[in-house]
C-alpha cells in the first residue's frame, strides 16, 4: 500500500519540530547507542487512528550555508515535490510576517492540499492575530497549541480525512531489495546492468510510490523485487540543496526493502553522507551489502586496501558483505546476485532453541560478567523471537546489569556460532518473571 505524505513547512522557531515529534510520537530505534551512525530526523513513519502516512519535517534541515529566504524556499519546495498534503506552520503570537508571505507564494504553485497551522493560540495576542492569517488565501485554518495540546485532534482529522485505513492485504514474499546511495554513484547503471545479465528476465511494474520504479529481476528460477529510487535531477540552487539535503526517496525506498545496497563510488571514496544513508538502513534492521562501483577506474589501490579503508569508516557495520564491481563495464558484476541471496537467507535464518542456549552458555562460562554493586548478571535461557531480522529475547536476573560491552560480546558469539553476514540482529533482554534478585 503506497503511503500518503504529509510535509510540515514554515518560517524556524514556529514550532515544527514540537508538533512533528508529538505525531510521530517516541519511536525508540533498535539499535540506540551504535557508533557511527547519525539519525537523521526529517522523516518518519507516523500512524493516526490506523491511518498510516509519512512525516516530513523540513525543520530538520541543514541550512547553515544558506541565507534565510533560501532556506524557507528549500523547505517549501521539498513539500511540494514530496508531499501529498501540507501543513504550513506559523506563529499566532508574532503574527503574519513577510516570510511567511514567502512561504505563501511558493505554496500557491502545488495542487496539493495545504492547512495552515496557527500555532501558540494559547497565547493572549494569538487570539487578537487570528484573523490576520486569513490573508493567505488558503482554504483551512487550525489554531493549535503544540504544547498544550490545543486543536491537535482536529489538526490530525483534517490531515488525514481521506487516508485509507492500514489495511491487510496478502503479503508478497518475495524478497525486495534497493540499490540506494549518493547522488551519482551508480545507482542506476547498477540496475540496469543487473537487468541486462543474459540470466536474468525482466518485467516492469508500477511502482507502489511515485518516486521509485520496482522491477521484478528473476535469478536461478527465484523472482526479487528491485526498487530503484530516482535521484533528483532538477537544476538550480534550490534544488542543488534539495538533492544534497533531502534523503527523503531514499529513506522510502529503504523502508519497503528487506535488504539495501550502499552504493559507494570507487572513484570518489567514501563520504560521511554515504554513513548516514547505511546507518539510516540499518536503524531500520534492514539487512546490508557494500557495492563499490567503478571499481575499474582504481588503479592505485587492491581491494584489499580498499577494504581497511571501508571497515574502518563502517565501523558499525563490520558484518556487511562488500561487493567490488563496475556497473558500466559490467566487470565483477556477477558476484553480487551470489550476495544478495547468501543475505536473503540471512535475514530469516531462525536458530533451534537449544542450540542457542548451548552457545549462550558457554559464551557465559568463558567470560562471565563483572559483579555490580554486588551483584551479578545471570542469563536463564535465550530464545530467537523474530526474522528480518533476526531477534533474540534473554530472560535474565535483572536486565539493567547488562552492560553495552557484554552485549556485544553476546552478539560477537552469535554471529561467531551462526552465519548472519549482512543482517543486523537485535538482542532484547527482559527480567524472569518480575524477579530481581
Known sequence: MKLPSVALVGRPNVGKSTLFNKIVGKQVSIIEDSPGITRDRIYQEATYNNKRFYLI?????????????????????????????????????????????????????????VIVAINKID???????????????????????????????????????????????????????????????????LMNALL????????????????????????HNEEFVMIDTAGMRKKGKVFEAVEKYSLFRSLKSIDRSDICLVVINAEEGIKEHDKHIAGYAIERGKGLIFVVNKWDTVTEETIQDFEKKMRAEFQFAPYAPIVYLSALTK???????????????????????????EVIREAYQLNIPPSYKGKRLKIYFVSQTGINPPKFTFRVNNKGLVHFSYERYLENKIRENFDFTGTPIILQFKNRNGDEE
Open 57 to 113: 519535517d523540513t525543520g530538520g534541515i541543514d541550512a547553515s550555508k544558506m541565507d534565510f529566504n533560501s532556506e524557507i524556499q528549500m523547505q517549501a519546495e521539498i513539500a511540494i515535490q514530496e508531499a501529498d498534503i501540507v501543513v504550513f506552520m506559523v506563529d499566532g503570537k508574532e503574527g503574519l510576517t513577510a516570510n511567511d508571505l514567502l512561504v505563501r507564494d511558493i505554496l500557491r504553485k502545488t495542487e496539493k492540499k
Open 123 to 189: 497565547v493572549k495576542s494569538a487570539q487578537d492575530n487570528l484573523y490576520d492569517f486569513y490573508e493567505l488565501g488558503f482554504d483551512t485554518y487550525i489554531p493549535i497549541s503544540s504544547i498544550h495540546n490545543t486543536g491537535f485532534i482536529e489538526l490530525m482529522d483534517n490531515i488525514t480525512m481521506n487516508f485509507k485505513e492500514q489495511e491487510f492485504e496478502n503479503e508478497d514474499t518475495r524478497i525486495k531489495f534497493s540499490i540506494i546511495g549518493r547522488p551519482n554513484v551508480g545507482k542506476s547503471s
Open 196 to 219: 541486462n545479465e543474459e540470466r536474468v528476465v525482466v518485467s516492469n511494474i508500477a511502482g507502489t510510490t511515485r518516486d521509485s520504479i520496482d522491477s521484478i529481476l528473476k535469478y
Open 331 to 357: 566487470k565483477r558484476i556477477h558476484t553480487l546476485m551470489p550476495e544478495i541471496i547468501k543475505v536473503k537467507e540471512n535475514i530469516k535464518k531462525e536458530i533451534k532453541t537449544s542450540i542457542l542456549n
